[in-house]
């Protein structure tokens, strides 16, 4: 399994429409993660820090499943600015720095 | 937005020149990386500072090298540049020791560079 593991997408979805993606990672001994989100041509920024079971914040919502060694995000009530990248990070296997997945593609369409 | 600036942002040169990206951070943050962004490979770590004039390498850093002579600068050297060195480049910035408590890494605005 690679480190970190993400659906490239695109997901194609209608404004409004709740949309997930996952994140598998192969460290069973990492304890936290990230969620970033990159806009086209821009830097990565973060989203959301999970460290224990979960977190929620306004409509996304970031939940940790360790024993089968992914992390979701989940976004309800999909906007137009929505669309962007998102990149799950988790540290490294023998160390702390974080590796980052490929990413995955979300489209929101009206 | 935390105080991070990169420059050049955009530089094409040819095959063979050296090339240096300055990253410049006014958050006086102890951590400093360096990452290419390609399509297909996401973000990878070519270098990381723990300090000043304590770096180590990440996992693509064949063909660059780094210096931090100063807190707030973190300066990316290819030496030879390549076409395959073509890429997006990312510096961010940590406040916590990535191998106590991960925390979350600010980024600079990026580098496009072209290696003709």
């Known amino acids: 399994r690679k480190e970190v593991e993400q659906d490239p997408g695109p997901f194609n979805v209608p404004e409004g429409a709740t949309v997930a993606f996952n994140c598998t990672y192969s460290n069973s001994a990492s304890q936290s993660f990230f969620w970033y989100r990159q806009d086209c041509r821009k830097e990565p920024k973060l989203l959301m820090s999970v460290y224990s079971s979960g977190n929620e914040d306004g409509r996304f919502t970031a939940q940790l499943n360790r024993a089968s060694q992914y992390i979701s995000l989940l976004i309800r009530d999909s906007k137009l600015s929505d669309s962007a990248t998102y990149l799950c990070v988790v540290p490294r296997q023998g160390s702390y720095i974080p590796t980052f997945g490929r990413g995955t593609s979300l489209i929101v369409h009206p | 937005d935390a105080g991070i600036t990169q420059s050049p942002r955009h530089k094409v040169t040819e095959t063979g020149t050296p090339v240096t990206l300055r990253c410049h951070q006014t958050?006086?943050?102890?951590?400093m990386y360096w990452y290419r962004q390609d399509p297909g490979h996401g973000l990878r770590l070519i270098h990381y500072?723990?300090?000043?004039?304590?770096?180590d390498k990440g996992e693509v850093s064949d063909g660059y090298s780094v210096s931090r002579s100063k807190t707030e600068d973190f300066l990316l050297t290819l030496e030879s540049a390549t076409s395959s060195q073509t890429s997006v480049y990312f510096c961010?910035?940590?406040?916590?020791?990535?191998?106590?408590?991960?925390?979350?890494?600010?980024f600079g605005p990026g580098t496009r560079l072209t290696v003709t």
């Open positions: 500072s723990y300090g000043v004039k304590d770096t």
């Open positions: 961010a910035i940590s406040e916590q020791p990535p191998d106590i408590r991960p925390d979350e890494q600010y």
């Open positions: 958050e006086n943050h102890r951590y």
